[in-house]
């Protein structure tokens, strides 16, 4: 069993940068892969990256390639995700998400525990 706690949403201009942790509860943190998804109103959730429970591969949607970077701190229990270059299209909650499916890595189907969400609002 694992509880994901994310943290660091706020207000931003574009440009700006925000970085979000996700603090995990659970002895096991440390062998799941650890996934960001988005919600922006009226749409559905949509992945954003994953990092492996190794910490040694990650990937991203191509609407974030290059601005966006998650790392994770097994030893803390915690995964970060680093904004840079906000827009406003960016704008949406974002949760964090821990499971096993590899194969599933980049749908809300691989993952087992989910946050309850923080808001990021981007103002142009």
């Known amino acids: 069993q694992v509880q994901l706690v994310e943290s660091g949403g706020g207000l931003v201009q574009a440009g700006g940068s925000l970085r979000l942790s996700c603090a995990a509860s659970?002895?096991?943190?440390?062998?799941?892969?650890l996934g960001w998804f988005r919600q922006a109103p009226e749409k559905e959730r949509e992945f954003v990256g994953v990092?492996?429970?190794?910490?040694?591969?990650?990937d991203y949607a191509e609407s974030v390639k290059g601005r966006f970077t998650i790392s994770r701190d097994n030893a803390k229990n915690t995964v970060y995700l680093q904004m840079n270059r906000l827009k406003p299209e960016d704008t949406a909650v974002y949760y964090c998400?821990?499971?096993?499916?590899?194969?599933?890595?980049?749908?809300?189907?691989?993952?087992?525990?989910w946050g309850q969400g923080t808001q990021v609002t981007v103002s142009s």
């Open positions: 998400a821990a499971g096993y499916k590899s194969g599933s890595y980049s749908t809300r189907y691989g993952y087992d525990y």
């Open positions: 659970g002895r096991t943190f440390s062998s799941y892969m």
């Open positions: 990092i492996t429970w190794s910490g040694d591969s990650t």
